[in-house]
């Protein structure tokens, strides 16, 4: 019978059961942010960091003759003397040309709880310089490694065709060739490695704002979902390929300060799915409880709050068993298992309670909108609050049709009676 001692002893039992998924959502919020922060440098030291390439810098030197002054102290009396010396000069200079191609495949690797996008990386450069001064000298070109630490299969520095890889060894994270210049000459040197890194991969044309002349820069992926970071130029040009894309930035002229970049998908986080579960669970099993109260007030079923405890620690199973099943399976496959033993718990319970149709129709279709379809729209990535939201008005208009005609003070005055 409904009364409202019962109904005070149903709110406890869910108040319980909301307050043991904050802490156990907590929990696990606490274990995915110390196992990520604790096998993040791990990893990066097995595969490599996020990797920002930088465009190669040139320099150009040369020595010039010029009158310089200077004082000396001659029987006591400061003369000053000028004579003609050789002083150095140093001026940066841009490319005329660049060409880069550069290939992207993912390699998404799962530690605990916790997703990396790993990726490697196909570079290849090439630039021009056409030396257009006057005067002779000699021409540095710097190239920075994108990671001091990282790895650099296959390296490649040529310079008019000519490998200059063993020329000069790396210093500081960057290598550095010269070549002598003469007014009119053209150079053509182009970079090349295989490397990988995590998360994002960027390549910085200069350092500030600075104006690009005939730039072009093609990238392929191997995967469908892309996405470019902060302050980075979209692509001009975007192809479908059978694995991915493949994108191209080019222009004649161009004066940005923006880089190119790509950013690497993100899989669910399975602590973080764990935790945004049980943190929306008291949702779900509120409107559980609130159908089940329903329908046992229309059909005269005697559920007491001790029935409603063991139906939200059934509830409590999933969260607890997708929880710490999910670092050994596929997300996946741990949410399809913490499923369906929650609603074999219901179910099987439920049958001995009121009745096997009671248990296998409405109460199985209700766990399977509130604990099924409610946990599933967390997969769909910003259509969450909406999913929820549509359930909740569903749930909402159903209520409020089988309770239309219900005479709520009559049905609580006959349940003290």
Not at 91 to 98: C, I, K, Q
Not at 166 to 174: F, L, M, Q, V, W
Not at 372 to 391: E, K, P
Not at 394 to 414: I, N, Y
Request: hydrophobic fraction near 50%; charge should be negative.
């Amino acid at each position: 019978m409904l009364s409202v001692k019962r109904i005070l002893g149903i709110m406890f039992v869910f108040f319980g059961a909301s307050i043991s998924w904050v802490i156990f959502g907590a929990v696990m919020s606490a274990r995915s942010s110390s196992q990520q922060s604790n096998l993040a440098g791990h990893v990066a030291e097995l595969w490599g960091e996020r990797q920002t390439q930088a465009a190669p810098v040139i320099t150009f030197h040369w020595d010039a003759w010029e009158i310089a002054e200077r004082t000396e102290n001659v029987d006591g009396k400061v003369k000053s003397v000028r004579e003609r010396v050789k002083l150095p000069h140093a001026d940066a200079v841009s490319p005329d040309s660049s060409t880069l191609d550069v290939g992207l495949h993912l390699d998404q690797r799962l530690k605990g709880l916790v997703w990396y996008a790993l990726y490697d990386v196909d570079f290849a450069g090439a630039w021009t310089y056409t030396h257009e001064q006057e005067i002779p000298g000699t021409l540095t070109i710097a190239f920075a490694f994108s990671n001091a630490q990282g790895l650099y299969d296959d390296f490649r520095f040529t310079v008019d065709g000519v490998d200059r890889a063993r020329d000069a060894e790396p210093k500081d994270g960057s290598i550095e060739i010269s070549v002598p210049v003469t007014p009119g000459q053209t150079i053509k040197f182009a970079v090349g490695y295989r490397s990988r890194g995590m998360d994002e991969w960027t390549y910085v044309p200069a350092p500030s704002v600075a104006s690009l002349e005939h730039f072009e820069l093609r990238m392929t992926t191997d995967f469908e979902a892309i996405d470019f970071p902060l302050y980075s130029m979209s692509p001009s040009a975007r192809t479908r390929t059978q694995d991915g894309w493949a994108l191209a930035w080019k222009f004649a002229r161009v004066v940005t300060g923006h880089r190119i970049g790509m950013l690497m998908p993100q899989r669910i986080q399975p602590g973080e799915m764990a935790a945004e579960l049980s943190f929306s669970a008291p949702i779900s099993l509120l409107f559980f409880f609130l159908l089940l109260f329903v329908l046992a007030t229309l059909r005269g079923i005697d559920l007491h709050p001790i029935n409603y405890f063991f139906l939200a620690g059934a509830f409590f199973a999933f969260h607890l068993l997708f929880g710490y099943s999910v670092d050994h399976l596929h997300i996946v496959p741990a949410f399809v298992l913490a499923s369906i033993v929650s609603i074999l718990l219901v179910v099987t319970y439920l049958r001995l309670v009121v009745s096997p149709r009671f248990a296998f129709v409405e109460a199985a279709l209700a766990q399977l909108v509130y604990l099924f379809g409610f946990s599933l729209a967390h997969f769909w990535d910003g259509y969450t609050g909406l999913t929820v939201t549509v359930l909740s008005i569903l749930t909402l208009f159903v209520l409020m049709q089988l309770t239309g005609r219900l005479r709520w003070s009559e049905v609580l005055r006959r349940g003290d009676k």
